[in-house]
């Protein structure tokens, strides 16, 4: 069974930092796209940064220069280090595999990050 | 504000037929295949539609999609109570170099 398992969200600082994981398992990892997709309490979905199989790299225009989306293929892992956070940064991530057709397919349970003082 | 347009809010009876539209632009419906995701309450989302009409296994055939020039649409035939939930409309946008979401649609089922 494919699975997706975020972790590593949390409460913290306006301007601090936090790092997410994803643990990939029933699927061959390193030949997959992944991305990372937010949403705020109540509100839509906003992609946020993904990563191809070969290590290129994506990012939404609000979070360029502070995220940095990274994978490590032998542990099947997935990353979001998110330096500089903002209150608009509060959402929950979900992490999603970039499926070919298929599109975003499937995603984990999200994790929620709090950015707050 | 979305890049993708989407109405906030849909509704129908059951047995009823509903569409859900998504509007954009050259950049990316007008260019790229687009995909709807379905959201039910408190769960993540799962894909319902891709490359504009293609359901994935397992989505009821009571789902369609549709694409013309810069627009897509849903639509829901046999409405059921199930289907109560969120939707986005969602496509690769070569201007700004990302994933773009519609801001979502709320389905009522009455």
């Known amino acids: 069974e494919v699975q997706l398992v975020e972790s590593g969200g949390g409460l913290v600082q306006p301007g601090g930092s936090l790092r997410l994981s994803c643990a990939a398992s029933g699927f061959t990892f390193s030949t997959y796209d992944m991305h990372w997709v937010r949403q705020a309490t109540g509100k839509g979905l906003e992609w946020v940064s993904g990563?191809?199989?070969?290590?290129?790299?994506y990012y939404l225009g609000s979070v360029k220069g502070r995220f940095t989306i990274s994978r490590e293929n032998a542990k099947n892992s997935l990353f979001l280090q998110m330096n500089s956070l903002r209150v608009g940064d509060t959402a929950v991530y979900f992490c999603a595999r970039g499926d070919s057709p298929t599109g975003f397919d499937p995603w984990g349970q999200g994790t929620l990050v709090t950015v707050s003082s | 504000q979305s890049v993708l347009t989407q109405p906030p809010s849909a509704s129908g009876t059951p047995g009823q037929r509903v569409t859900i539209s998504c509007s954009g632009s050259s950049s990316n419906i007008g260019s790229k295949f687009v995909f709807w995701y379905q959201q039910l309450p408190g769960t993540a989302p799962k894909v319902l539609m891709y490359?504009?009409?293609q359901r994935p296994s397992g989505v009821p055939d009571r789902f369609s999609g549709s694409k013309s020039g810069t627009s897509a649409s849903l639509a829901i035939s046999g409405l059921r109570s199930e289907d109560e939930a969120d939707y986005y409309c969602?496509?690769?946008?070569?201007?700004?170099?990302?994933?773009?979401f519609g801001g979502g649609t709320k389905l009522t089922v009455l």
């Open positions: 969602a496509a690769w946008d070569d201007s700004l170099s990302g994933w773009m």
């Open positions: 490359n504009n009409n």
């Open positions: 990563i191809g199989s070969g290590g290129d790299t």
